[in-house]
């Protein structure tokens, strides 16, 4: 289809952006099959290889009750990008609703959904993140939404400014005598608009999000030892670094960076994907 | 004049906009307005032409609107097809018979497209909504609707950015026309063109105007092109109409000054000593915001003004047959202006 054509373009002009796509596409693997493609069980200790470095049968080495870390690392991307994703297209979703009404219809809208956002923003965020999980509870479904509500702002702003300035725009007073009704002037005809520079906050808030909940789980509010998770193994294997044992806390975090590295590239693919103005 | 009842009939429109804060203390202080139409009434019967002709800010846009049903008048009736349309809200027009019946063709055609729809989708976005058409139905009256305005059909599946001007003008006629309008309303639909493609696209929407059987509502600040296409004109000045009457007879012999003074400014080919023949207003329209309703609006700009036209607002009277303007000193009667004043 056209739109995939224009797609696979927008890949071949920019290498970068697909090394981006590909490295996303293997933490999409890891995270959909992670179980089956992990040499070992991540949970399952074993004494006598406790705290060896990384070798021909552990490839990153294992921590201090002898589980892979590797086996640990591919098993946690399930968990790490499922809080990543679903607290983004949280955010995004009611984010882009609250922004777009705000923007478009102003008056009274307007001002609720601006103070509320800056009453969210007046708060450092982080620490908002860990009042909302230490007072709701230590659970995943908790972890997302704190990191959503902390990305929700970002998103109510970019949407009501973007509607704001094209409330007025031709096209819109075009689509009101085409008998379109208000609400599907702001979703049919000004949300595929905005979506550009959406997509691009998306890819930015993705890696936020996944540091963030690494950040609650290294800090303990987070997701609970044994599960794997990128920011508990790296919580864990700091106290080893003095010692020597660098691997255990140095694979988890390269590969939290590559996500997170990897998620900020591929903002600039997908803004061009969904703008047709992109297309000669 | 036209046989029968008019097409549109619009009868003392008004649309005043709140100027400046809402005073939350003292609370009796009298707001502000701004009067962007004040007190319009005119007819366009069917299969007219009426030209709308005046300078930036007198509120044509406002007026063109207001028809269109994209704002609510805050007084007065607009009848189309003698049924009164000016009551229902704007925001619930698009629900209304009517909304079908009246379309407009914006003057910027880039702003006026979605740079997220294609040709296609634009063109179909009246038929989706008015009509509820879908599938082969609809994609053979868009094909239609292509080949009447002359769009070859490998175009419609391009995005706006992909157009040219004159493409776009085209497909924003095309969009306009697609669910049978009876009124188009035409919003400067060439200023933002070059003169070979205006010529291309005034010639196309005179042929549509036969072919479809469509009144026209022309808003123009090209004078030349208002000539040639309107069977009437409507001279606007500061919210009010000032003077409305077949086209070549009120640029044969305007009879309001503001009218006179609009037509000497028009570039003639050949008139190389132009200037001399160049009636010029002095300063600055008067403010439109909470004017004296007995002050006509051309006041302090016109050299023919008396105490009358502080005592009382002129109304639009018959000059000549057909002729009308708001003046109480008008220029058919230039002879004894004296008399006028004195009565």
């Given at each position: 289809m056209n739109t995939l054509r224009h797609a696979r373009y927008v890949l071949g002009e920019n290498p970068v952006t697909a090394l981006a796509f590909a490295g996303f596409f293997v933490l999409v693997l890891c995270a959909v099959f992670g179980p089956a493609l992990a040499p070992y069980d991540p949970l399952a200790s074993d004494t006598a290889q406790a705290l060896t470095g990384p070798s021909a049968a552990h490839w990153f080495g294992t921590d201090q009750l002898g589980r892979d870390i590797f086996s640990r690392i591919v098993v946690a991307a399930r968990l790490d990008l499922g809080i990543a994703v679903f607290s983004v297209a949280l955010a995004f979703g009611v984010g882009a609703l609250l922004g777009l009404a705000a923007g478009y219809y102003g008056g009274w809208i307007d001002r609720v959904v601006g103070r509320s956002v800056d009453t969210i923003m007046a708060f450092p965020l982080f620490v908002l993140a860990m009042g909302i999980v230490a007072a709701l509870g230590n659970s995943v479904a908790n972890i997302v939404f704190a990191t959503a509500i902390i990305n929700l702002p970002i998103y109510a702003r970019l949407a009501r400014a973007e509607a704001n300035v094209r409330r007025h725009a031709g096209f819109v007073e075009a689509a009101r005598l085409c008998g379109n009704s208000e609400a599907r002037i702001v979703l049919a005809q000004l949300l595929p608009n905005i979506m550009p520079l959406m997509m691009v906050q998306v890819s930015l808030t993705l890696g936020y999000a996944i540091l963030n909940a690494a950040g609650l789980s290294f800090i303990g509010l987070g997701v609970r030892p044994p599960t794997p998770e990128w920011g508990i193994m790296v919580a864990e294997g700091a106290s080893f670094i003095v010692s020597g044992e660098w691997w255990v806390a140095f694979f988890p975090g390269i590969v939290l960076m590559a996500a997170v590295f990897c998620f900020n590239l591929m903002g600039d693919g997908l803004r061009d994907m969904v703008d047709p103005r992109r297309r000669t | 004049m036209m046989a029968g009842e008019a097409l549109l009939a619009v009868e003392g429109l008004r649309k005043l906009f709140p100027v400046g804060k809402r005073a939350i203390w003292p609370r009796n202080r009298v707001p502000s307005f701004l009067h962007a139409v004040d007190g319009v009434s005119f007819a366009i019967g069917r299969g007219e032409t009426v030209g709308l002709v005046g300078e930036s800010g007198c509120g044509k846009s406002t007026l063109v609107r207001l028809i269109a049903r994209l704002l609510d008048p805050s007084d007065g009736s607009i009848r189309f097809d003698g049924e009164e349309i000016g009551t229902v809200p704007a925001r619930r027009f698009g629900l209304a018979p009517q909304r079908g019946q009246i379309q407009m063709v914006f003057q910027d055609a880039t702003d006026s497209l979605n740079p997220h729809f294609t040709a296609f989708r634009a063109i179909a976005d009246p038929l989706l909504r008015l009509r509820r058409l879908s599938g082969a139905a609809l994609r053979a009256r868009v094909a239609e609707v292509a080949r009447l305005t002359g769009l070859s059909a490998d175009l419609l599946g391009r995005y706006p950015h992909q157009l040219s001007g004159g493409q776009k003008a085209r497909v924003g006629i095309a969009r306009a026309i697609a669910v049978e309008p009876r009124l188009l309303i035409l919003d400067e639909p060439t200023s933002a063109l070059d003169v070979s493609v205006q010529v291309v696209i005034l010639q196309l929407l005179q042929d549509l105007k036969r072919q479809l059987n469509l009144s026209y509502l022309f808003v123009s600040h090209d004078l030349n092109v208002v000539r040639l296409l309107c069977d009437r004109i409507l001279v606007m000045y500061l919210g009010h109409i000032v003077e409305s009457g077949p086209a070549g007879q009120v640029f044969a012999a305007p009879a309001h000054p503001y009218t006179q003074a609009l037509l000497s400014a028009v570039p003639r080919p050949g008139a190389s000593a132009g200037r001399s023949t160049r009636i010029g207003l002095p300063g600055e329209p008067r403010s439109p915001i909470d004017p004296a309703p007995q002050i006509c609006p051309l006041y302090g700009r016109?050299?023919?003004?008396?105490e009358a036209c502080v005592a009382s607002m002129p109304v639009l009277r018959e000059i000549a047959a057909g002729q009308f303007a708001a003046c109480h000193h008008p220029i058919a009667d230039a002879v004894e202006p004296r008399l006028m004043a004195a009565g």
């Open positions: - | 016109c050299g023919r003004a008396s």
